[in-house]
């Protein structure tokens, strides 16, 4: 095989591994095509997950122009002030945590008292520590942190900033993509390898295009995550496929402190059968589960107040799931929807949560 096209191979084996997106096993990833309107919800421990991290898939070509990597903030506070913290499957603990002093952020993970909380981006300390400044106490932070993930004009707005600030890298990663896969094949079997050196520079201004507005980001749109930027503007200096993709890799920190149901209100699809779920998970806590019933706390009245604003009736995702493909069944879960034969009384996904029997 000519050297040339071996070459091509290895670039695009490297390109499609810096086309995924490792984001916090709990992490959600929001995406809508090019022309759509409607989000799609990608949870990112679906495809693949490690310890901590789970695997997001970037479409390989065009640029994911639609994607909003959300997270979910890692705190909760209990009615006596106890600070919980989220493991990485999404379960809240109690923590030893009280003061200021127990909370640090040494990147990529926040320690909060004895437990270690990986975050997709610093964002999530800069939003602790921007309650500190203002004199609140980590629990008055941590309530302070949720009515600003979860507040859908926030995410609006926070959806309009990065439309505006990332309209170079709209532009670059997919000419710097066409222009080392397709062109440089065709300059250097068309012209030789003088012209091929020639439009290599060029590629090379692409990158550096790329890594100059991510620079850019990092001082004027995103300082709570300067230092990722900058390394992803430095590396994509030096690596094409890096810069290749660097829209998404910087989106990352742009929804770093968004939750995915503000996107999805904001968006007039509060029926997405996701959020539907994630609402019944918080009205329904798994008795198993003591952290399940604070962090509900935490979220329920805001996430009701804003359906409310938004003019969804939160009820109707409490009805019974459609059971007419399987008329044996005589109970449902309210909590995952499963749907049980006769005799079960508790679902065992659900913490043993109690079943309700299905109207004759
Ligand atoms: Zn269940």
């Known amino acids: 095989m000519p050297a040339f096209f071996e070459f091509l191979l290895v670039a695009l084996a490297l390109y499609i591994w810096e086309s995924t997106l490792w984001l916090p096993k709990q992490g959600v990833a929001l995406r809508r095509s090019w022309l759509g309107k409607k989000w799609r919800v990608i949870q990112a421990s679906a495809l693949l997950s490690m310890r901590d991290l789970g695997l997001v898939p970037m479409s390989p070509v065009p640029p994911d122009i639609g994607l ?4 979910s903030f890692p705190l909760a506070v209990a009615e006596n002030g106890e600070i919980h913290v989220s493991s990485s499957d999404g379960i809240f603990t109690h923590s030893t945590a009280r003061a200021w002093e127990d909370i640090r952020f040494s990147k990529p993970y926040l320690h909060v008292g004895q437990h270690r909380i990986r975050c997709q981006s610093p964002a999530v300390a800069q939003l602790l520590r921007d309650g500190k400044l203002q ?3 980590p629990a008055e932070a941590i309530r302070r942190a949720w009515k600003l993930t979860l507040s859908p ?17 709209r532009l670059y990663p997919p000419a710097l993509t066409f222009g080392f896969f397709l062109a440089l094949p065709f300059v250097y079997f068309t012209f030789g390898s003088v012209a091929t050196f020639w439009f290599s520079i060029w590629l090379w201004c692409l990158m550096l295009g790329c890594a100059g507005n991510l620079f850019w980001l990092a001082k004027r749109a995103y300082p709570g995550a300067r230092g990722e930027l900058r390394q992803d503007a430095l ?13 998404e890799l910087a989106s990352v920190h742009a929804f770093g402190t968004t939750h995915p149901t503000a996107v999805l209100i904001q968006a007039n699809q509060a029926n997405h059968p996701w959020l539907a779920r994630f609402y019944r998970e918080k009205i329904f806590p798994r008795p198993t589960h003591p952290g399940d019933a604070v962090i509900a706390r935490n979220i329920l009245p805001l996430l009701e107040n804003h359906l409310s604003k938004y003019g969804f009736e939160s009820s109707s995702f409490l009805s019974a799931p459609d059971r007419s493909e399987d008329r044996e069944a005589s109970a449902w879960c309210p909590r995952c929807h499963g749907m049980f034969l006769q005799g079960k009384k508790t679902c065992v996904d659900c913490g043993n949560l109690r079943l309700n029997p299905f109207d004759k």
């Open 68 to 71: 909003a990597p959300c997270a």
């Open 135 to 137: 004199g609140l106490t």
């Open 153 to 169: 004009s926030r995410a609006k707005w926070e959806l309009r900033k990065w439309s505006l600030v990332s309209s170079s890298l």
């Open 235 to 247: 590396l994509s200096l030096l690596i094409p496929f890096h810069a290749m993709r660097s829209l």
